[in-house]
Structure formats: structure tokens, C-alpha cells
């Protein structure tokens, strides 16, 4: 059973704080994804990695980091929360062309984050 | 630039009745189309993909259809069930490598008893 898991389902922090948000998955996959999801926007692409210590910006990387130093994990990074940061938070893995079916992304089940 | 637009973006119906959620999309080339449910809490999770030369496809209740040449889909639902209440995605990629499909923003379907 494919599986993507992601370390909090709530977290609630202050302006100004260094937040992490941990990203596992245990299927091999190559492609790994950061989005956040707000009402009437849908989901939108911060950051993704299709291999170990690589990355690139998706549509709204500003305030935003990740870091990829397994393959198997994930981490994204607010360097400084703030309140506009208030989001929720998907990671998603995909196997690369050569591998599954078509790339279907595999979706963990979110990460709910309030920036007081 | 790439888009793939939704409607409605809420739909409220009673349980039993059937309903058809649309997806119109601008990603050319054209790769394949995903359809993905989400439920409130979770992630969302893939029901069904169409890729060109697939018109129709069945997941039990659910039937999705592709029009690749005015580049519409469509996702049906038979005899609504509470539980049918979630979010659809549709979400499109395109062909040349891309890593990156486009996301809809979404139709959120309530089903009341």
C-alpha cells in the first residue's frame, strides 16, 4: 500500500518562526512535491525535486525553502512565518516517467499550519 | 500560459440524484487528464485518467469523459451517496517530460440525506 506521510496534520505558530514540515514517502519515487492549498485558488506548486539535493521553484516559492537530502524525504522550510503562510499543506511523490502509470502524484494527508 | 478552469465550483445535491462536474483545459500538447477526489482532511487521491485516445472511462458510480479536440472533460456521478461529498480536481499534464501537471481549482460537491 503506497503511502505518503507528512509529520503534523495541525501545527500553530508565531510570526517570525523558523517552521519545518517533514514530507516521507515509501514507494521509491523519484518526484517529490510541496503545495499548499487555499480556498477558491486550489492547489498551488511551492517546490519540487525530481532527485536527491535537486529542487526547482514551482509558482510560488517566495518565503519558502526545501531540502531533499534522501530520497525518500522531503522537508519545506519557512525560513520567517508569517501570517499569509497560513495554509494548508500537501506533499505529493510521483514516479519518474520511466516508472508508474503515467505519474499519478500520490498525495500525503496535509499538513493544516496557523501563523498567529 | 497552461490552464485548466472547473465548474461549478460548488454544487449542492440530493442524495440519490446524479450530477456532471466539467473541466476545460489549455494544456497542449496533451499528455492525460486525472480527475482526483478529495476528501475534507485528506489528501486527494486519483479516481480515474484519460489519456487522448480514451473518450470514456467507468469507475463504478463515477464516469469520466475527454473530448481531446474542443479539450473539455467531463465527471459524472450516478445515484449520489453521502459520501460523494469531497472535492474534485481535475488535473491535466501535458507531453514533453514535464514533472508538472496543471491543477483545476476545483468543484466542491455536497450531497445532503
Known amino acids: 500500500d503506497v503511502k505518503v506521510t507528512q509529520s503534523s496534520r495541525y501545527l500553530v505558530k508565531r510570526t517570525g518562526e523558523k517552521v519545518f514540515l517533514e514530507c516521507v514517502q515509501d514507494m521509491d519515487h523519484e518526484n517529490m512535491f510541496w503545495y499548499r492549498q487555499d480556498p477558491g485558488l486550489g492547489l498551488r506548486l511551492i517546490y519540487f525535486?525530481?532527485?536527491?539535493?535537486?529542487?526547482e521553484k514551482g509558482d510560488i516559492p517566495e518565503g519558502y525553502s526545501v531540502s531533499r537530502e534522501k530520497k525518500e524525504r522531503f522537508s519545506l522550510i519557512l525560513e520567517s512565518a508569517s501570517t499569509n503562510q497560513t495554509s494548508m499543506y500537501l506533499c505529493a511523490s510521483s514516479p519518474s516517467r520511466g516508472q508508474g502509470i503515467m505519474n499519478e502524484q500520490f498525495f500525503g494527508p496535509g499538513t493544516r499550519l496557523t501563523v498567529l | 500560459k497552461n490552464q485548466v478552469e472547473q465548474s461549478p465550483q460548488s454544487l449542492i445535491i440530493l442524495e440519490g440524484k446524479n450530477c456532471t462536474l466539467q473541466c476545460n483545459y489549455t494544456v497542449s500538447p496533451f499528455s492525460n487528464l486525472r480527475w482526483y477526489k478529495q476528501d475534507t482532511g485528506r489528501g486527494p487521491v486519483s479516481l480515474t485518467i484519460?489519456?487522448?485516445?480514451?473518450n470514456t472511462k467507468s469507475n463504478g458510480r463515477y464516469t469520466a469523459t475527454l473530448d481531446a479536440d474542443t479539450k473539455q472533460s467531463s465527471l459524472h456521478i450516478t445515484a449520489s451517496q453521502l459520501s460523494d461529498s469531497a472535492s474534485y480536481i481535475c488535473?491535466?499534464?501535458?507531453?514533453?517530460?514535464?514533472?508538472?501537471?496543471?491543477f483545476g481549482r476545483g468543484t466542491s460537491l455536497i450531497v445532503h440525506p
Open positions: 484519460m489519456t487522448f485516445s480514451e
Open positions: 488535473v491535466v499534464r501535458g507531453s514533453g517530460g514535464s514533472y508538472i501537471p496543471t
Open positions: 525535486s525530481y532527485d536527491v539535493k535537486m529542487k
